[in-house]
C-alpha cells in the first residue's frame, strides 16, 4: 500500500480510539531499520507509524552532510517506494522537535508539505511533533498555535507535548521528578489554547512519569491514571468524551498491564525506540561474536567474506527489530487490525 493519505492517516488514527488500541511508533535511523519496521507492521497485520527524530534524520543525511531537513526528506522519499510493496498503512511521523530546532528541523518540512499541497501532491510526512516540554507552559502553547496553524495548511497533524518525559534522548536530558506528571489544569490551559479539533487536528503527549530509555524495576513509577484525570477533567469541561489523542513516550521497560491501562484512556500511538534498537544489535553482536574468524582478518588471514558482508549480518538485524515490532503491536492490540 502507499504511504498513508492524509484521509486514511485520519481513519487510523479514529480506530485506534474508537477500538481500544494503539499503534507503535518506530524509531528509524536507515534504510535497514526502516525495512525492518515495514516487515514487523506487515507481519504482525497492523497499519503502523514510522518516524524520525532530529538525531536520526541527522544521522540519515551522511555523517559528513549532517544535515536534518535532508535525511528527513531522503528517508520519507525512500519509504514512499519501498511501503508500496508491503500491505498496510505506513504513516511517516518526526519525532521530538526543541524550539532552538525549529526552524532547522520542523517548520522546514511543514513548508515542503505546504508546496507539495499546493501542486495538488501529498504531504511529506503525515505528521509532527513539537516538543515543548523545556520551556514555560504559556510560551509552549503560543509556539502550538502557530504550529498547529501551519501543519493544518500542510494537511498534517501536529503532535505536541506538555509535561516532561524524564532520562535522556538525543542530547535533550530530563530529571526524574513531580514535573514528569502533568496536571489537569495544564491539560485544561492546553485545550483552551489550542482546541479540541476545530483549529486542526493535534496528538497530545501527556505524562505519567514516562522515562526515555530502560530502567530497573522500582526506578520509574508509571501512573496511567493520570491520563484518565485529564482526559475526564477536559472532557467534562467541554462536553467531549476522552477529548484528546494521547501519546505514550518513554514506554521502554513498562509492563503489559501499564501499557494496556494507558491505552484504555485513550492512547493511540505509542514511541519505541530503545527496545528496537537493541533487538536490531543484539543478532549483530552475535554474529561477531559467533564469526570472529571470520569477519575479521586474524594473523595476516582472509576472514569469510559470506561473514563479513554487511547483508550476512545485517538480516539478522532485521529480523531481530521486525519480531519486536510484531510484539509491540501484540502488546498494543494493533496485530490483525490493519485497514482492509
Same mark, same amino acid.
Given at each position: 500500500?502507499?504511504? #498513508?493519505s492524509?484521509?486514511?492517516?485520519?481513519e *487510523?488514527?479514529? =480506530? #485506534?480510539?474508537?477500538?481500544?488500541?494503539a499503534?507503535?511508533?518506530?524509531?528509524?535511523?536507515?534504510? $535497514?531499520?526502516?525495512?525492518?519496521?515495514? =516487515? +514487523?507492521?506487515?507481519?504482525?497485520?497492523s497499519d503502523?507509524?514510522? $518516524? %524520525?527524530?532530529?538525531?536520526?534524520?541527522?544521522?540519515?543525511?551522511?555523517?559528513?552532510?549532517?544535515? *536534518?531537513?535532508?535525511?528527513?526528506?531522503?528517508?520519507?522519499? /525512500?519509504?514512499?517506494v519501498?511501503? #508500496?510493496? /508491503?500491505?498496510?498503512n505506513i504513516?511517516? @511521523?518526526?519525532d521530538?522537535?526543541?524550539?532552538d530546532?525549529?526552524?532547522?528541523?520542523?517548520?522546514?518540512?511543514?513548508?515542503? !508539505?505546504?508546496e507539495?499541497v499546493? =501542486?495538488?501532491?501529498?504531504?511529506?510526512?503525515? !505528521?509532527?511533533?513539537?516538543?515543548?516540554?523545556?520551556?514555560?507552559?504559556?510560551e509552549?502553547l503560543?509556539?502550538?498555535?502557530?504550529?498547529?496553524?501551519?501543519c493544518?495548511?500542510a494537511?498534517? &497533524?501536529?503532535?505536541?507535548?506538555?509535561?516532561?518525559v524524564?532520562?535522556?534522548?538525543?542530547?535533550v536530558s530530563?530529571?526524574?521528578?513531580?514535573?514528569?506528571?502533568?496536571t489537569?489544569?495544564?491539560?485544561?490551559?492546553? #485545550?483552551?489554547?489550542?482546541g479540541?479539533?476545530?483549529?486542526?487536528? /493535534?496528538?497530545l503527549a501527556a505524562?505519567?512519569?514516562?522515562?526515555?530509555?530502560?530502567?530497573?524495576p522500582?526506578? %520509574?513509577?508509571?501512573?496511567p491514571?493520570v491520563?484518565k484525570?485529564?482526559?475526564?477533567a %477536559?472532557?467534562?469541561?467541554?462536553?467531549?468524551?476522552?477529548?484528546?489523542?494521547?501519546?505514550? @513516550? +518513554?514506554?521502554?521497560? !513498562?509492563?503489559l498491564?501499564? &501499557?494496556r491501562?494507558a491505552?484504555?484512556?485513550?492512547v493511540?500511538k505509542?514511541?519505541?525506540?530503545?527496545?528496537?534498537q /537493541?533487538?536490531f544489535?543484539?543478532?549483530?553482536?552475535? @554474529? *561477531?561474536?559467533? @564469526?570472529y574468524?571470520?569477519?575479521?582478518?586474524?594473523?595476516g588471514?582472509v576472514?569469510?567474506k559470506?561473514?563479513?558482508?554487511?547483508r550476512?549480518w545485517?538480516?539478522?538485524?532485521?529480523e531481530?527489530?521486525?519480531?519486536? &515490532?510484531a510484539?509491540?503491536c501484540?502488546?498494543?492490540? !494493533?496485530?490483525?487490525?490493519?485497514?482492509?
Open positions: 500500500m502507499p504511504i #498513508a492524509p484521509e486514511v492517516y485520519a *487510523m488514527l479514529d =480506530r #485506534a480510539k474508537r477500538d481500544g488500541f499503534y507503535p511508533a518506530i524509531n528509524v535511523t536507515s534504510s $535497514q531499520t526502516l525495512n525492518a519496521a515495514l =516487515r +514487523g507492521f506487515a507481519e504482525a497485520e503502523g507509524i514510522v $518516524q %524520525v527524530s532530529t538525531g536520526g534524520a541527522d544521522y540519515l543525511s551522511g555523517s559528513t552532510v549532517k544535515d *536534518m531537513v535532508t535525511g528527513a526528506t531522503a528517508l520519507a522519499e /525512500y519509504a514512499r519501498v511501503a #508500496a510493496k /508491503y500491505p498496510v504513516a511517516l @511521523h518526526t521530538h522537535c526543541p524550539k530546532k525549529l526552524d532547522g528541523f520542523m517548520r522546514p518540512l511543514v513548508k515542503i !508539505s505546504q507539495r499546493a =501542486r495538488g501532491e501529498e504531504p511529506l510526512f503525515q !505528521s509532527h511533533m513539537w516538543d515543548g516540554s523545556a520551556v514555560p507552559l504559556q509552549n503560543e509556539i502550538a498555535q502557530d504550529l498547529l496553524e501551519q493544518r495548511q494537511r498534517v &497533524i501536529m503532535e505536541m507535548e506538555i509535561g516532561v524524564g532520562g535522556e534522548e538525543d542530547g530530563h530529571e526524574i521528578n513531580e514535573k514528569l506528571y502533568t489537569t489544569g495544564d491539560a485544561i490551559a492546553t #485545550a483552551e489554547a489550542v479540541l479539533g476545530e483549529q486542526g487536528r /493535534y496528538m505524562t505519567f512519569g514516562n522515562v526515555h530509555g530502560v530502567y530497573k522500582g526506578s %520509574v513509577k508509571l501512573r491514571e491520563l484525570d485529564i482526559q475526564d %477536559v472532557g467534562s469541561k467541554f462536553g467531549k468524551e476522552r477529548p484528546f489523542d494521547l501519546v505514550f @513516550h +518513554g514506554g521502554s521497560g !513498562s509492563t498491564e501499564e &501499557i491501562e491505552v484504555s484512556y485513550g493511540v505509542m514511541n519505541i525506540d530503545t527496545d528496537t /537493541y533487538a544489535t543484539r543478532p549483530v553482536a552475535g @554474529h *561477531m561474536f559467533a @564469526h574468524d571470520g569477519v575479521l582478518k586474524i594473523d588471514e576472514g569469510n559470506k561473514q563479513y558482508d554487511p550476512s545485517g538480516k539478522a538485524a532485521e531481530g527489530m521486525a519480531a519486536r &515490532i510484539h509491540a501484540e502488546n498494543l492490540l !494493533s496485530a490483525g487490525k490493519k485497514i482492509k
